[in-house]
């Protein structure tokens, strides 16, 4: 099985030894392993190329991403493998004091960083940040850089993804702002299939309800940082959708 991923530490990264790691990893082979589809075989990329990717049969699964109804009509998504809140990544020590979108928006030079086609530069936008104070970067590590130079006051994405790109770069002079409830909910991400493979994502959603919450769920997730209250969110959210 190809496995498409990003470097987004701590749901994909090549560690030390040249290993391609995360949580997103650990899942998606676990899952290859269960169902018999073969060598598990992982292939970097850039965000934009992700989906266009599965339509074009470049690969059979992404690593995780947000569930949105644009995306469900490009692509299949499995049952959802975690839910987490949005965070800015700022200067060490949030020197505008930042709380999220809109207090971002309320200062008339601050430019917000985002990734090409990720979710949050909706969410920006709808949270009152001026279109003309984005700035669009393809990978993390270029939005990342953009806060770190100057470049940018804020990078939105998932708080998590921040924290995991943070503690690996203790250097950088870099913090994390969660953004609150009252703009943005945590939401809900999944591995995303190609059109047309309902029988293969009927069998992972199987295998993931065996494996989301149980011990060895717990244990790996815990080595990337999440916390059980995490998982429980996940599992709640599924129960009611």
Not at 115 to 124: E, F, P
Not at 152 to 169: D, L, N, T
Request: glycine share 6%.
């Amino acid at each position: 099985m190809k496995f498409a991923y990003l470097q987004e530490p701590p749901f994909c990264f090549t560690d030390a030894s040249g290993s391609v790691v995360g949580c997103d990893v650990e899942l998606a082979k676990r899952i290859c392993q269960m169902l018999g589809l073969g060598e598990f075989s992982p292939v970097e990329a850039e965000f934009a190329e992700l989906l266009p990717g599965l339509v074009d049969n470049r690969w059979d699964m992404t690593t995780g991403l947000f569930i949105s109804d644009e995306r469900k009509r490009l692509v299949e998504f499995t049952r959802p493998i975690w839910s987490l809140p949005d965070g800015l990544m700022v200067a060490k020590n949030n020197p505008l004091g930042l709380e999220g979108y809109r207090s971002l928006a309320l200062h008339p030079s601050a430019v917000l960083a985002v990734i090409s086609d990720q979710v949050q530069h909706q969410t920006a936008l709808q949270n009152g940040v001026p279109p003309n104070r984005v700035r669009i970067f393809a990978t993390q590590a270029q939005a990342a850089e953009a806060v770190a130079k100057g470049m940018a006051q804020a990078y939105a994405s998932v708080a998590m993804a921040h924290r995991g790109y943070i503690a690996q770069r203790p250097d950088e002079r870099l913090d994390v702002v969660e953004v609150p409830a009252s703009e943005k909910r945590p939401a809900a991400g999944a591995f995303a299939l190609a059109k047309g493979n309902a029988a293969l994502r009927e069998r992972i959603d199987r295998c993931l309800s065996d494996l989301l919450g149980s011990p060895w769920h717990r244990k790996m997730m815990s080595k990337y940082s999440f916390s059980d209250d995490d998982i429980d969110r996940l599992l709640a959210e599924t129960v009611k959708a």
